[in-house]
């Protein structure tokens, strides 16, 4: 391996040891972060032809950005730095966003508060969920990183579109909580204000006694009788999408 790629490794393995860093795993990620305004510090691919046809198909819009950034490395080296790459064979780090002014957003939209998830494939579908529908954010309560490279791959890099943070319980923006919970009131009963925080259970304890009793309203999607619950992030995508039915001017 040429010296100048080693130089690259070298600097993507001292980037990477910044715990503000976080790993975009795949061209999907890295377009959205792109796009979505990321701090990329470093961009690496094993097939700069494929990262160019892959930008012209599907992101015009940061092929040019995309394409001065890569660098491009064999896979064998790419392998030594990120183990189980992503099959476009692009990668990169960014910085995570300081999340310390979440409080203080504007509400135009709701919060989705993930109330102690186990699944990391889970957050990363509610945020994505989240950017795709208009949500402001998604905090999570509990011991997992809501910025964990697997909820980073199952948002496919969206966390840069809305704002993401773990939190206490006791710690959450001000407005109106509506928790779900499938013995709740019929979610249809009621309208979501835009400022309200949707707060959703973990996938095998449901919602904590504490959020539940600090809930303005308990909220359930209805289901056919002898099925007992949704999937978490299909719960939350009917609840966002349950907000946005009501609105008038959409997303
Ligand atoms: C997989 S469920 C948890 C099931 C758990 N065994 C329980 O006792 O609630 C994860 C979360 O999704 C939400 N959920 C799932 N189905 C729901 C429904 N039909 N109505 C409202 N919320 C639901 C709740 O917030 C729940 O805590």
Redo the contacts with the bound molecule.
Sequence with gaps: VAPDRQEYARRWRLTAADPRVVLLDGFHAVKHALRFGADVRLVLTTDRAGLRALSRDMAPDIAAPLDTSAVELPAALVRTLVPKADPTGVVALATRPDDSALAALPRRSPVVVLDHPRNLGNVGAVVRLAAGLGATGVITTGDLDPWHPNALRGSAGLHFAVAVARRERDDLPAGPLIA???D?DDIRSIGVPDDALLA????????SPDLRAKADRLV??P?TAGVS????AT?VAMGLFHWLSGRAGGC
């Design positions: 779900f919970d499938p709740g959703f259970g973990s996938e095998r304890h449901g919602l359930a999607v289901m619950s949704f999937n978490l719960t």
